[in-house]
């Protein structure tokens, strides 16, 4: 059972702006520390989106952004295009559990 | 360009071990970052197992810390995970990756392809 709980969905059309919440508690994200995004596609391995909150790799396009504020934070996709279609997780570190911990993970489906 | 390939059997017994390797290339085991493994169970999310650093420490998920062992071998580039008294609640893809490091801001940058860990008689 993830601390770290996303919507188990998250549906757009193409060209659209859609978001992906993460949502923590006062001994990860609200203890102030940094979130960080991966895109899985379909069969393969996780991939780096977005790392302390709000940065960009080199190579990942600039339409997706990441945010944080209090206990939540959340990846944003603008301009949704038919490749972004996968899952996405959140991660972040429990100082309670002394664990680094993923989100639950978010399947984006573009219509 | 960091590159990391998960190696090691791909069915083993309950209560059996799991041991898996990861080799790097394009990198040095030795340099400052930790070496991370995650898994993966069949169509659900991902778990951190834990990480080693070059020296030796490690950090593990304390839902996992009484069977885990990780291990690092500098002369052949490459960091190992050990699972004992193993079930088919440990049947997952295993993932290694490199972590960065920002300060106090680290995460898995570079990881492997994934290899398949059935547990079954």
């Known amino acids: 059972q993830s601390v770290l709980t996303q919507p188990p969905s998250v549906s757009g059309a193409p060209g659209q702006r859609v978001t992906v919440s993460c949502t923590g508690n006062?001994?990860?994200?609200?203890?102030?520390?940094?979130v960080h995004w991966y895109q899985q596609l379909p069969g393969t391995a996780p991939k780096l989106l977005i790392h302390?909150?709000?940065n960009r790799p080199s190579g990942v396009p600039d339409r997706f952004s990441g945010s944080k504020s209090g206990t939540s934070a959340s990846l944003a996709i603008t301009g949704l295009q038919a490749e972004d279609e996968a899952d996405y997780y959140c991660?972040?570190?429990?100082?309670?559990?002394?664990?680094?911990?993923f989100g639950t993970g978010t399947k984006v489906t573009v219509l | 360009q960091v590159q990391l390939q998960e190696s090691g059997p791909g069915l083993v017994k309950p209560s059996g071990t799991l041991s898996l390797t990861c080799a790097v290339s394009?990198?040095?085991?030795?340099?400052?970052?930790?070496w991370t493994w995650v898994r993966q169970p069949p169509g659900k999310g991902l778990e951190w197992i834990g990480e080693?650093?070059?020296?030796?420490?490690?950090n593990y998920n304390p839902s996992l810390k009484s069977r885990v062992t990780m291990s690092l071998d500098k002369s052949k580039n490459q960091f190992s995970l050990k699972l004992t008294s193993v079930t088919a609640a440990d049947t997952a893809l295993y993932y290694c990756?490199?972590?960065?490091?920002?300060?106090?801001?680290?995460?898995?940058?570079?990881w492997g392809q994934g290899t398949l860990v059935t547990v079954s008689s």
């Open positions: 302390s909150n709000n």
């Open positions: 394009g990198g040095s085991v030795s340099s400052d970052n930790w």
């Open positions: 080693i650093y070059p020296s030796g420490s490690a």
């Open positions: 006062s001994s990860n994200i609200g203890a102030n520390y940094d």
């Open positions: 991660q972040s570190y429990d100082n309670s559990l002394r664990a680094r911990v």
């Open positions: 990756a490199r972590v960065d490091c920002r300060g106090s801001s680290c995460y898995p940058d570079y």
